[in-house]
């Protein structure tokens, strides 16, 4: 049973445009959610997270928006820049699970120029 | 420079022989994790240990074996008991958890290749 979802193996951008990448989860137990980017055959990078006493988390570029009633969470990027090209990667940790990371498939974002 | 290293990047062993990817930190982190990860999926967590002489296994650890012997080191043996070792091996770290940070911090990989 998938408790972190991507639903969409890609995405296709316009440069200069938002993305939009999206990320369900199951787990109401669930309290902190994170954010990475990975480029092929290297290790990912962590971008920005959110606790879930927040709703809202920005960081630059990059802005992280948090549903909790609908177990919900959204990653940003305005605006979108070639560089941004790669998979990025949800992923969720609760309390009393000694931490662990439960992480979704991944979106591929393709930006166009 | 801190960071966390894995080495070989590229490994290609022949089916039946045992296999240890090596993997290293300096950033003095408490938690150390392994992760495979296969095309079209997520990272799936093989083992973990958050202290010096202790592990955990994660959803996928049959097959493999590790130590922490040193916080420093964390290395992975993949054994011939795993039927599908062909897969690319992330290594990471993370501070203490119980100061609610959970990020975790990756090494570049290794991929391996079992014929």
């Known amino acids: 049973d998938q408790q972190v979802k991507q639903n969409s193996p890609s995405l296709s951008v316009q440069e200069g445009r938002i993305s939009i990448l999206n990320c369900d989860y199951t787990?109401?137990?669930?309290?902190?959610f994170l954010w990475y980017k990975k480029y092929p055959a290297e290790g990912p990078t962590f971008l920005i997270s959110i606790s879930s006493f927040k709703d809202k988390n920005e960081d630059g570029r990059f802005t992280v928006f948090l549903n909790k009633s609908a177990k919900h969470l959204s990653l940003h990027i305005v605006p979108s820049q070639p560089g941004d090209s790669a998979v990025y990667f949800c992923?969720?940790?609760?309390?009393?699970?000694?931490?662990?990371?439960?992480w979704g498939a991944g979106t591929k974002l393709i930006i166009k120029p | 420079d801190g960071g966390i290293t894995q080495s070989p990047k590229y490994l290609f062993r022949k089916e039946g022989q045992n296999v240890t990817l090596s993997c290293e930190q300096n950033?003095?982190?408490?938690?150390m994790y392994w992760y495979r990860q296969d095309p079209g999926q997520g990272l799936r967590l093989i083992y973990y240990?958050?202290?010096?002489?202790?592990?955990q296994k994660g959803d996928i650890a049959e097959g493999y074996s590790v130590s922490r012997e040193k916080k420093e080191s964390f290395p992975l043996t993949v054994t011939s008991a795993q039927k599908n070792p062909t897969a690319f091996y992330l290594c990471a770290s993370s501070i203490d958890p119980g100061n609610n940070r959970y990020e975790q911090y990756f090494g570049p990989g290794t991929r391996l290749t079992v014929t």
């Open positions: 950033l003095n982190h408490d938690a």
């Open positions: 992923a969720a940790s609760a309390r009393g699970s000694n931490y662990q990371l439960i």
């Open positions: 240990s958050q202290i010096v002489n202790d592990f």
């Open positions: 787990n109401s137990m669930f309290d902190y």
